[in-house]
């Protein structure tokens, strides 16, 4: 959102980090959240543009006994010491074109573009052999009853923002979103527990997106294990509570789909028609629908992040830039807020 939200979510991270200093035991319990923002962003040059928004509520928590969900059976494990998170979520993502008090249609740009959808995860580490599986299902949709308009006006409502969005009748139709999201990374290099290159891949396949993610991971800094479990990269307990340590990540995309930028996979419509703009400056064109946006099929991104751990408490900020994401637009640059809490 904007800076006010970032100061909400510092103020909340602060007084939950007080509340925890005098508690000792292992978490069992993480509470995650996070906004992905444009207007954070480390040119001084907050936008509302491309992918403007991204916010999310996690639960993460960890089983005394193997879990007889059955998504969980279906879920790759780490071996026999393997270390298992678990974990639900809801997530709210919004595109939106450069213009966004104009209600026409803007070609060779984002386009206006909304998700809701819930997420079950389990991150299986294994701290002897140094490598982690991580897998993902995500269930929702897309389009009007993502409710993109009703958020993105009530926040700059809320904010005294001048510039109310105007496009979103431009937006896909309603869609289903199902995907399944997998996630294998392994350590390469490690230097006792000051640095750690780790190798990383992801694999995307659904209704929501299909593609593949390639990236080392650089870390450094003062920090837990990297491969000893989720809970320990966001708290510290013991003797050992403060962790700081800084995260690069360079790599590289092929996407082959992405129902967020080209419309759904079962409904590509659009929800109304849309006036589209036939010729540079023209505003008074017939109401016909307007093309569905090219996707890039490589995109490469850097991105790079401070992580503060204290008991039970963290905080990180990250920078993400991207290379175009639809042909013939522009590169964009955006920030994370996240702040944990463990039980």
Do not use: C
């Amino acid at each position: 959102m904007k800076k006010y939200f970032a100061a909400v979510l510092i103020s909340l991270g602060l007084v939950i980090a007080a509340s925890s200093y005098a508690q000792n035991e292992k978490p069992g319990i993480m509470a995650r959240i996070y906004e992905d923002n444009d207007f954070l962003n480390d040119r001084n040059k907050g936008t509302d543009d491309a992918y403007t928004n991204g916010a999310r509520l996690d639960i993460f928590y960890t089983k005394q006994h193997p879990s007889k969900f059955f998504l969980d059976r279906w879920m790759l494990k780490a071996g026999d010491n393997d270390v298992n998170t678990y974990g639900v979520g809801l997530m709210h993502v919004m595109y939106t074109p450069l213009h966004i008090t104009s209600s026409f249609y803007q070609p060779n740009d984002y386009p206006w573009s909304a998700s809701l959808v819930a997420t079950h995860a389990l991150y299986s580490y294994n701290p002897v052999k140094k490598y982690d599986f991580q897998t993902e299902i995500v269930a929702g949709i897309m389009g009007p009853d993502a409710l993109g308009n009703q958020v993105q006006s009530t926040v700059h409502h809320i904010i005294q923002d001048p510039s109310i969005p105007q496009g979103w009748s431009n937006q896909f139709g309603n869609d289903a979103l199902i995907n399944v999201n997998f996630t294998a990374e392994k350590e390469l290099v490690h230097f006792h527990n000051y640095f750690e290159l780790i190798g990383s891949g992801q694999v995307s396949s659904g209704t929501m997106t299909d593609e593949l993610d390639i990236s080392p991971v650089f870390l450094v800094g003062i920090m837990n294990p990297y491969f000893n479990g989720f809970m320990g990269h966001n708290s510290s307990t013991g003797s050992k509570k403060i962790q700081v340590y800084l995260k690069f990540k360079p790599g590289v995309q092929l996407v082959g789909w992405n129902s967020l930028l080209e419309g759904g996979m079962f409904n590509r419509n659009y929800s109304v028609d849309v006036p589209q703009v036939l010729s540079e400056g023209d505003i008074n064109s017939e109401n016909v629908k307007g093309p569905h946006p090219k996707i890039e099929n490589v995109v490469t991104y850097t991105s790079y992040s401070l992580v503060i751990v204290y008991s039970r408490f963290s905080l990180s900020y990250s920078q993400t830039h991207n290379s175009e994401l639809v042909v013939n637009s522009y590169a964009h640059t955006y920030g994370n807020l996240t702040t944990t809490y463990s039980f």
